[in-house]
Nanobody, 125 residues
Framework: QVQLVESGGGLVQAGGSLRLSCAAS????????MGWFRQAPGKEREIVAT????????SYTDSVKGRFTISRDNAKNTVNLQMNNLKPEDTAVYYC??????????????????WGQGTQVTVAS
């Protein structure tokens, strides 16, 4: 079992920044990848960014490229999402997730076994 706890959400004006953190505990040694997803009201959950836990390779959805940065600290078992130049369309509940099974597609939410409770990000225009 892996427990994930997100923090850092809140209300920010458009153009502002937030930093989300996800603390992982439990059997984290089996983590292959970590991801940040988001879900806005009435919309499906979508990928934001992923990071390979051992190699550190990252991927981003097109709408956040150049604005968001995902990073990890293996020693502290944390994954962060630095969000800059936020836009109202970034408003959503953001979820941290951990994948422990190999797959060719870590951008798919079905590839993730463990999920955090989510943290609300609201960007005011």
């Amino acid at each position: 079992q892996v427990q994930l706890v997100e923090s850092g959400g809140g209300l920010v004006q458009a153009g502002g920044s937030l930093r989300l953190s996800c603390a992982a505990s439990g059997r984290t040694s089996r983590n292959l990848a970590m991801g940040w997803f988001r879900q806005a009201p009435g919309k499906e959950r979508e990928i934001v960014a992923t990071i390979n836990w051992s190699r550190g390779e990252t991927s981003y959805t097109d709408s956040v490229k150049g604005r968001f940065t995902i990073s990890r600290d293996n020693a502290k078992n944390t994954v962060n999402l630095q969000m800059n130049n936020l836009k109202p369309e970034d408003t959503a509940v953001y979820y941290c997730a951990a994948a422990q099974y190999p797959t060719s597609n870590y951008r798919e939410y079905r590839s993730y076994t463990y999920w955090g409770q989510g943290t609300q990000v609201t960007v005011a225009s």
